[in-house]
DNA sequence: CGGGTTTTTGAACGCACTCAAGTGAAGTGG
DNA sequence: CCACTTCACTTGAGTGCGTTCAAAAACCCG
């Protein structure tokens, strides 16, 4: 391992730089539907990937903030304590997603990241981020498109609060499925990138709970369950779990 | 009533038109820390404010999104139907909040605002503000930190999954506490502008359970409670319920 | 293999829910 | 002014889901 790479980092010579509008995952990413324009100016931006090994922290709660963080390829969780210290998954990261718009506020990291599996992300400086949005409203806007949608994500977390555990396991796999499609993956076969424990704590259940619940799962034929390897079987019957009365309009609220 | 107010709009004469900088809430609000010049451009771009009578709706989901919304004075909920249809309340605005956020995004809103008692807010036209912000850097700092600040807001919010009751209903009148003293008013005694409902609503717990939660909050001599007057009586006991082990470094997340 | 971790399974408990009834204050109409 | 309605809240009793505690099983990696 040479200097370079010692955190991880990959410097690379200006011809071999990093280049959003030659990367595989640029329509997920902050560069999706953006013009020439805009993806020469995040060219210009980026100057380092970074690997991150499984188990690995990519940065930590209390951190000072300099970088936005685009997966590439692997998944990363973010995980903050709750008020007993037990940390508590607030996202599961993967291919496309920004990590860190939480942190632009303070300064700070207000969560710690770390790999569920070894990944590559590329770094974006804030600073010369900032920059580059002053140049194009294009970028400008997309950027405040994804940290809204970041908001509404969390928005639907959220509306968890109300579900039992079986509605909350169906929803995280039709959302985990969801995602894997958009990004041209198997929606119906995948891997659970995560413990039962980190499931567990994103969704506000113990293990032993999740066990049981992903072992209810199977017996009645909804999944397909093979250590973390998971088919979904029964996607209608997942999300009819979830459907009872959502989508019609209220009466009142 | 004349037609211009007939929506609840105040149109204004130039001379009049709302200005940030003579703002009561200047500084809680998108104007903080703002110099002369982001003063001058949010002044030129606020051409109305709108008065929101108790129970009336601000904008309803699935509207189409054109105006941010900061709370001049009142209070407005924002919730949006769960699973079963019943609404979950995402927030409780106050004086100095923006609402509509989460709707850059999409161009439609996720929620439902519901103004809970006479209110007023100040429009904010989101694409005059997009000019305003490729105008000026510091006030495109100032927004993203706005929708940076909402996604810590949101993720404090879901830590509330790994807390019981008790926990729950201190965290709420703590927040509510500090949020009226960072406003100048009195964090220990105040008013509970929604009604036990919503606090369900928004906690994640029933009615039932709110009622009953209140009053041994009362009994323990933790807080006065006279219907919707509550005074925070032992403020200290209140926070030990969130503190437990929060704070301290975690040893592995 | 062997040691540690992750996952599964079992049994009993407790918190918040549901269902049900009752209280109290505010508003309405005769 | 008082009977009546309505709405918000309170209180009680019983239930169920997810928890805790405990132990076994399966898996992984040296």
Redesign the pocket.
Known sequence: MTDSTLHGCIPLPVSLRPSCSSCAVRDACLPAAAGARERTLLDGLIAYRRRVAREEVLFRQGEAFAMIYAVRFGHIKSSRPDHRGHPHVTAFHMAGDLIGLDAIHSGRHACTAVALEDSEVCEIPYSRLQDAMHESLALMQRFQHALSYEIGREQSVLLQTNM???ERLASLLLNLSARYAELGYSGSRFQLRM???DMGDYL?????????L??RFRDEGWIK?D??DIELLDRGHLQSLLASAAGRPLVDQ
């Open positions: 039992n555990g079986t413990s039962r424990a506000g259940l113990t293990i032993e709970t999740i066990s049981r992903l072992g369950l250590k973390r």
